[in-house]
């Protein structure tokens, strides 16, 4: 379905063992998807939130 995909990352904090990423994900169909053609991109930014430590 997703012919590629790649990140930008734009914002990045750290506090302890958390570590928060502001990115935006960009994928290119490969298929169409709705209205949606093959070859058209789909963003999403999101801040996802990923531990850092080993607890």
């Known amino acids: 379905m997703?012919?590629?995909q790649?990140?930008?990352f734009h914002h990045a904090a750290a506090t302890g063992d958390q570590v928060a990423l502001e990115v935006t994900?960009?994928?290119?169909l490969a298929v169409p998807?709705?209205?949606l053609a093959a070859g058209s991109e789909?963003?999403?930014?999101?801040p996802?939130?990923?531990p850092s430590g080993t607890d």
């Open 25 to 28: 994900w960009i994928g290119v």
């Open 48 to 50: 996802p939130f990923s």
């Open 33 to 35: 998807v709705g209205a």
């Open 6 to 8: 790649r990140f930008e």
């Open 42 to 46: 789909m963003r999403r930014r999101s």
């Open 2 to 4: 997703i012919r590629r």
